[in-house]
């Protein structure tokens, strides 16, 4: 079985490493210097680093041969062309319970709105993005701590391994994939650095800023600027009730309280 393999991230890392264990892959397409090009590399498995998905790239996966073509937190969009090489599907791993979340960002956007139960789907690919009919899914519980982070290393390590259990389904003529419910879709967007600036003047309640940092840990961050020591400085609010002010190491708010009594009475109120 030869599987063709597109992970940029250190969640991509994740799946590589299990459906290289478990299936074998016979190729990897990835960004320059990703996690996933070192993985490549440590386990001589053929690879091409790219950041265009062009003719050239589109006629080296077709030389593969693929059986099938696997994306996971891949970040590019896979040209129509290329659909067609896989002997049997391509398949994306999505980080949410399909259809709702589609797009770049399901896991930060689940965390925001404050959902308890998230999951991973494994779907075909289509031209329409993660709009493709669902093969399998799997329900994950958030924690109360859940980050970003966390959630994406628990999903992809679910959605890897659940890829496997499709990929053998498919080969024994045991797959059933099912379309989405159109209606019920819902979207996300790529994040900027301003969806997490909070505005002194206009703070988010208690409960919102828990989720932003939670969300938004660790890009974009949740962050602020207040005058400190008699200078203009970005804090950044982390998880697990630390702050840490521009050009300084994390700390917890009580010592941020004892060490800058001073500071924007706002921000004091906002960390109390």
């Not at 393999?5 to 478990?22: D, M, R, V, W």
Request: hydrophobic content about 40%; overall charge positive; some cysteine.
């Amino acid at each position: 079985m030869r599987i063709v393999f597109f992970g940029n991230t250190k969640h991509s890392l994740i799946g590589s490493k299990i459906i290289n264990a478990k299936l074998g892959l016979a190729f990897i397409v990835t960004i320059p210097q990703s996690p996933v090009e070192k993985f490549a590399i440590e386990n001589n498995i053929p690879f091409l680093s790219t950041n265009k998905l062009d003719e050239k790239v589109i006629e080296k996966v077709f030389a593969q041969n693929p059986d099938f073509l696997l994306v996971e937190d891949y970040g590019l969009i896979l040209p129509n062309q290329l659909l067609k090489a896989p002997k049997y599907a391509c398949l994306n791993i999505h980080q949410s319970l399909l259809p709702k979340y589609r797009g770049p960002s399901p896991a930060p956007y689940a965390i925001l709105a404050g959902e308890k139960i998230s999951g991973v789907s494994i779907i075909s690919v289509t031209n329409k993005v993660d709009a493709g009919d669902i093969y399998a899914q799997k329900e994950y519980v958030l924690k109360p701590d859940e980050t970003t982070d966390s959630l994406l290393n628990e999903l992809n390590l679910l959605g890897s391994e659940l890829a496997v259990l499709v990929i053998e389904d498919i080969l024994k003529g045991k797959a059933t994939p099912v379309k989405q419910d159109e209606t019920k879709a819902t979207y996300t967007h790529f994040l900027k650095k301003l969806d997490g600036f909070i505005d002194l003047k206009n703070p988010p309640v208690e409960e919102k800023l828990g989720r932003m940092i939670r969300a938004f840990y660790p890009w974009p961050g949740v962050w602020t600027r207040s005058i400190i020591n008699q200078k203009s400085s970005i804090i950044k609010f982390l998880p697990q009730q630390k702050i840490q002010v521009e050009g300084g190491k994390p700390m917890n708010c009580k010592d941020f309280l004892n060490g800058y009594p001073n500071a924007d009475s706002k921000l004091l109120t906002l960390l109390k």
